[in-house]
């Protein structure tokens, strides 16, 4: 039926997501060639499928082309190139350049934190919190992030900080909370701090959750070692 088929992009991507969803990305690919017009929805379709297969080359020259066709990338499309673990710094760099020029990096949490999540990821602590300090939006997702990270480099001075900057927001506290800054408590000057947050931990009911349990009697078992 070619172009004439009724709301034909809709339907070209509910292919694109049939074909991607059963491991078929070619046969999805060869869909996505083949529309006659294309949008947002269906470039973020393929620069996702890409993404999850860490086929970076094809995801970024998809990026590149969608925005050469004059379509703006989106949350998504921010989001599942952030994730793909074959994204260079430099590439991270670009993207972050090109979302804080449209406005999409400080405009919700959601990019925001995808930005910070990679760069923690590539090691560069220093890009991560400038990002995080400089995001006039931030939610749990955001704050459990820079904790996590703070707390998986070993800076125990700032993943507590960081807590009681959560704990002073009034957003409530999660599980990976209390993982995150956990992680980090590796001497016996650590022992207070994770006094203070055992009885947060009993205080917000989690300590019938095995992760936090399980961190926090490894953690006050290696601080006490030290002792």
Avoid at 3 to 24: C, R
Avoid at 87 to 111: C, P, R
Avoid at 156 to 163: D, G, I, P
Avoid at 188 to 209: A, C, P, R, T, Y
């Amino acid at each position: 039926m070619g172009s004439s088929l009724p709301q034909s992009a809709f339907f070209h991507k509910k292919l694109i997501s049939v074909y991607t969803s059963l491991g078929y990305i070619s046969v999805a690919r060869k869909v996505f060639d083949e529309m006659p017009h294309k949008n947002v929805v269906s470039y973020n379709t393929m620069i996702s499928t890409y993404s999850r297969d860490e086929n970076i080359e094809q995801a970024w020259s998809l990026f590149s082309e969608m925005r050469n066709y004059g379509f703006f990338p989106t949350q998504c499309t921010y989001g599942s190139l952030f994730s793909c673990n074959l994204l260079d710094v430099v590439q991270g760099l670009y993207m972050q350049a090109v979302a804080m020029k449209s406005g999409f990096l400080f405009a919700d949490a959601f990019v925001g934190t995808a930005s910070l999540g990679f760069f923690g990821w590539q090691g560069c602590i220093n890009e991560s919190f400038k990002v995080f300090d400089d995001m006039p939006f931030k939610n749990l997702v955001t704050y459990n992030a820079m904790i996590s990270l703070f707390g998986h480099e070993g800076f125990v001075h700032e993943c507590m900080l960081m807590f009681r900057e959560l704990l002073k927001s009034h957003i409530s506290l999660s599980e990976p909370s209390f993982v995150g800054v956990l992680s980090g408590f590796r001497s016996e000057d650590d022992l207070d701090s994770g006094e203070q947050l055992h009885g947060l931990v009993i205080k917000f009911g989690l300590l019938s959750k095995v992760s936090v349990a399980n961190l926090l009697l490894t953690c006050i078992g290696s601080v006490q070692a030290h002792i």
